[in-house]
C-alpha cells in the first residue's frame, strides 16, 4: 500500500491546500467585508489576489495531478478581474521560449521595447515606462499600462480581422458578471471598494514578482533571475521567485523547487550569470525610486 504522503503528493495535495485557502479566505473576507476595516482587507485581499496569480502560473506548468478540466476550472475564477485565464496560459507559454527572453514584440512579457519604437514615443510615454521601472512605479501605475498594453494588442488583433480572442472576452465578462453579483449583489461589498482595496493591490503585488525576473543578456541562461527570500514570499509567488529553477524545470512542481535550488544553486548561479538578490528587501533599497533598466533593448 502507498505511503499516504507520496498519494498526497502525486495527487497534488499541497497545491489543493493553497487553492482551498486562497478561495476559503476570499470567501469570508468578502462575506464578512462590512466588519473588517479597510486596512486589513486591503493587504489580505491584495495578497489573496496574487497568490490566485500564481496558482493560475501554476496550472499552466504543473499540477498535474488532476484532469486538465478540473485544473482550468479551478483557477478560471477571475478574483484579480483584469484578464482572461486562457489569454494568460497562451501569452505564458510563449514567454517560455527561453531564446526570445526580454526580446520586444516576440516576448510578452518582455518591459523593453525596441529603440525604433522608442524614438517614436512621445517624452510622457517614455517618461512613464522609464517610471514603471521603479518598484515604487511599479506597484503604483504599472497594472493600468499593462492593462493599456493588452488592451492595445487586443484592439490590434480587431483591426487585423482577427476575432479568435472575443469568445475568451465574452466568456470572461459574464465570469465577471457573475463575480460581482456575489461580491456586490449578495455580500453587499460595492465593487468600486473591491476593485479599489482587493483587485488593484492583488494586480500591484502581483507584478512584485515579475519585477526583476528577467534582463537583457547576450547568453538566455543570463536572462533570468533568482530572488532568494522568505515563507511568506515564497509562498505567494508559489517559489516562483527562484525563477531560474523554473525556467530550467517549469514543469517542476512548486514545492519542489526549494529543495532543488538549494541542491544546485552554485551550478544555476553560475549558468544565470549570478543574476540573484537576497531578497525583496534588497529590491526596495536598490530600486524603489531608480530604474532597474532602461526600457531601450540593448540589442532590438
Known sequence: MEPIALTFRRYDGPTWLVAAAIYGIWFLL????????????????????????SLQHEAIHAFR?????LRFALVFPPLGLWFPYPLYRKSHSTHHRDVNLTLP????ESYYVKRADWQ???????????????????????????????????????????????PHWAVHGVALAVLFWFVSGICGFPAWQYCLLVAYPGMSLGLLRAFIEHR???????RIASVESNLVFGLLFLNNNLHVAHHLYPTMPWYDIPRYYRENKTRLLEENGHFIYRG?????????????????????
Do not use: C
Not at 495531478?65 to 478540466?69: L, S
Not at 514584440?105 to 510578452?108: H, I, L, S
Not at 522609464?130 to 499593462?146: D, E, F, H, S
Open 216 to 222: 537583457a543578456a547576450p547568453n538566455p541562461t543570463e
Open 30 to 53: 468578502v462575506w464578512y467585508h462590512a466588519l473588517l476595516p479597510w486596512w486589513l482587507i486591503l493587504p489580505v485581499g491584495a495578497y489573496l489576489v496574487a497568490w490566485q496569480f
Open 280 to 300: 525583496y528587501f534588497e529590491l526596495v533599497v536598490r530600486y524603489l525610486l531608480r530604474p532597474v533598466f532602461i526600457p531601450v533593448h540593448p540589442t532590438h
Open 65 to 69: 495531478g488532476v484532469p486538465a478540466w
Open 105 to 108: 514584440g516576440v516576448d510578452p
Open 120 to 166: 517614436r514615443m512621445g517624452r510622457l510615454h517614455r517618461t512613464l515606462l522609464i517610471v514603471n521601472q521603479t518598484l515604487a512605479g511599479r506597484m503604483i501605475i504599472g497594472p493600468p499600462l499593462r492593462l493599456w498594453g493588452l488592451l492595445a494588442r487586443e484592439a490590434r488583433r480587431l483591426r487585423e480581422r482577427d476575432f479568435s480572442h472575443l
